[in-house]
């Protein structure tokens, strides 16, 4: 099955700092999204982004799926950014998504 | 449009008992899926269903383990005699078709004790 492997595991920052969050993926893939789980173990969707780049205010996403993997980018980090970042894919046999690891990050005031 | 409602938010059961999850998707969509995250892991899928169908039941243990969405009513992820180790987090997801956003519901936080 498709493999899903997120770099780093864990990110500290100061508030205010940008981060760049990264998702590869071993398969090609119809489906890719990326989700904020927060401190409270809500799943909040931020992208859904199989190809291309797109951008909702200080968070954008960019796909680059012939060559497999995808970057979220924060800029100008806030506290409330904190929680685990999860890519996910679907898989091309009907449509269940595969989670990676997850970044864990923290961003101190 | 209310989102995937998932309930309850906890559940706590001994060991040997059942325990029922319920999800209602979000209005129009009809594909559901069931992930589990345990402690300190991501998701892991379990089950994907339409409506009164098993699509893809991969994920789910062979026993113990069911799930249901009829044609009337919520999702249904059933666990007959709970363990210490199906303490969890059961997430519902839904989305409107295959490879289209899937949206979560808040999860089930179940505990055995």
């Known amino acids: 099955g498709i493999q899903v492997e997120q770099s780093p595991p864990d990110l500290i920052l100061q508030e205010g700092a940008n981060s760049t969050l990264r998702c590869n993926f071993s398969?090609?893939?119809?489906?890719l999204q990326w989700f904020h789980q927060n401190p409270w173990g809500q799943l909040i969707n931020l992208f859904y982004?199989?190809?291309g780049t797109k951008q909702n205010g200080r968070l954008s996403a960019t796909t680059v799926a012939t060559e497999r993997y995808s970057l979220l980018y924060i800029s100008s980090s806030q506290t409330t950014d904190s929680g685990v970042y999860f890519c996910?894919?679907?898989?091309?046999?009907?449509?269940?998504?595969?989670f990676g690891q997850g970044t864990e990050l923290s961003v101190k005031p | 449009n209310a989102g995937v409602m998932q309930n309850p938010r906890h559940l706590v059961r001994r060991r040997g008992q059942e325990a029922r999850l319920r999800c209602s998707p979000m209005?129009?969509?009809?594909?559901v899926y069931w992930y589990r995250q345990l402690p300190e892991e991501g998701l892991k899928f379990m089950v994907y269903?339409?409506?009164?169908?098993?699509?893809?039941e991969s994920g789910m243990p062979k026993e113990r383990f069911s799930a249901e969405f009829p044609k009337e009513g919520p999702s249904i992820l059933r666990i007959q005699q709970v363990v210490r180790g199906d303490s969890a987090a059961y997430f519902c997801?839904?989305?409107?078709?295959?490879?289209?956003?899937?949206?979560f519901g808040q999860g089930t936080r179940l505990t055995v004790v």
């Open positions: 996910a894919v679907g898989d091309n046999q009907g449509g269940k998504l595969i």
């Open positions: 997801a839904s989305s409107p078709g295959v490879n289209t956003e899937a949206f």
């Open positions: 398969d090609s893939v119809n489906n």
């Open positions: 209005k129009g969509h009809s594909h």
């Open positions: 982004i199989p190809s």
């Open positions: 269903l339409q409506k009164e169908n098993i699509i893809d």
